[in-house]
DNA sequence: CGGTATCCCCCGCGATACTG
DNA sequence: CAGTATCGCGGGGGATACCG
């Protein structure tokens, strides 16, 4: 109740829960499938353990989910409730709206941990070979130089590492990494990026023939962006100095 | 920027700016067609004038607004863009699902300002007569004893007073303020609380007979509420408690 | 009326350390 | 691994005064 906004509309008791910082990103993972705390935390690594623990009480307490304990492993699970599950076409209405609308990427908003967990999520299992296959990505154009990471498909089980995984690599990817995401985000055509050469494949030519098939890309890369570039930042900073 | 969330997520860019406190509230009010910075405060009545100056500015920088000075009033008028207008569908889901799964009202939420427009919003000005019909609202269960206000249809065009208005009244209304915002959610039947005496009106037989037909009641009173009650509260409560 | 500038308090949340 | 406890700061935003 500390911030409410004083008033009964239903909008303004929705946005008083949703509208706190990460909440419905939690929301987003909890449709999404995510269950066990890592698990959650995995797709938001930006967001510290303490204030996913807060959020998940507050969403307990708003009734979007239940917390059990794990039947035969430690830890526990959360469940989306209906109530939750409820959300699925704002939070989808929301992200597609983001990806029309919302402004262009800064270079800080590219967290490797994030890409691994979103392109671990959107890996053509089916499409792959029987067995392990790992591919490995090295980024440059980041504060550190270069970045590297790995996914690890396992007959459809599919990890991401931030560090080495002990197997060695069946194809690699290297690429300037906002370069990579804006293909990855349907900006730019992944094959097209390939074929000029800014985004580089290393390994059996069977395998750079069947990675771009592999990566699914961000699942609203459909969704045409139709924000205008970068002309409308310009003129607030103008206003901005009078 | 200040404010990222450090992932390119389309839901988090656009959380970034529409999770801010009172933005989306501000934006589904240029929806609803206000355009001039006081009727926009209007039916935000607990926002600080600072914080709407603030959060206009904010929201043309990101290209959802526009402002432009009046052509032949002092003053300036804010429009929405596309942009903004394309937010429609999740303001009104949003609102559907608070009006369905969010917290109970509390004496706190019961704002009389917020009340009076929204009630004047949802003035049914055709079925009214012609010329000029005053209703008054005198509403108990509130911290100041009771609260008087005043709608003043004039051929279609309606004010909201929170002072006397200076015409006399033609009707009258008496209740319990939460008991008469829960009929005007929908969550109980106006003429039933009315039958019941929970609702008292006063005037002639033909305006008394006449008002429930003028209250519209909230654009969102058709939508069921699925929230059980106050029993989850009760636990959460408890479970803080160890 | 239609805003802007300033001050200041509070709490949200990031960081760090710790526990079963 | 799966979280919880604590501490400290930064800035969001409420209140108030002011201006064109």
Not at 4 to 33: H, K, N
Not at 113 to 124: C, E, G, N, P, Q
Request: net charge positive.
């Amino acid at each position: 109740m500390a911030k409410a906004y004083g008033q009964y509309c239903p909008l303004a008791l929705a946005m008083e829960l949703l509208g706190e910082r990460w909440t419905l990103l939690v929301v987003s993972r909890l449709i999404d499938g995510c269950r066990r705390f890592n698990e959650i935390h995995r797709g938001l690594p930006r967001m510290s353990a303490s204030l996913l623990s807060a959020r998940l009480t507050r969403l307990q307490d708003a009734g979007l989910c239940e917390k059990r304990p794990m039947a035969e492993q430690a830890g526990h699970e959360y469940l989306p409730t209906s109530a939750c599950l409820e959300l699925e076409p704002v939070v989808m209405q929301l992200a597609a709206w983001g990806q029309r609308w919302a402004r262009d990427m800064e270079p800080e908003d590219l967290d490797p941990a994030f890409l691994a967990w979103s392109m671990s999520t959107r890996l053509d299992t089916a499409a792959m070979p029987s067995g392990r296959t790992v591919i490995e990505f090295e980024f440059s154009g980041l504060s550190r130089e270069y970045r590297r990471l790995w996914l690890v498909n396992h007959d459809g089980v599919v990890d991401m590492c931030l560090k080495h995984p002990g197997f060695e690599s069946d194809v690699s990817v290297k690429a300037d990494m906002q370069r990579f995401v804006e293909a990855w985000r349907g900006f730019r055509s992944m094959r097209e990026e390939i074929a000029a050469g800014h985004i580089r494949l290393e390994g059996s030519p069977a395998n750079r023939r069947a990675l771009p098939k592999w990566l699914l890309g961000s699942a609203l890369a459909s969704v045409p962006r139709l924000r205008p570039g970068a002309e409308r930042e310009v003129s607030a900073q103008l206003r901005r100095w009078h």
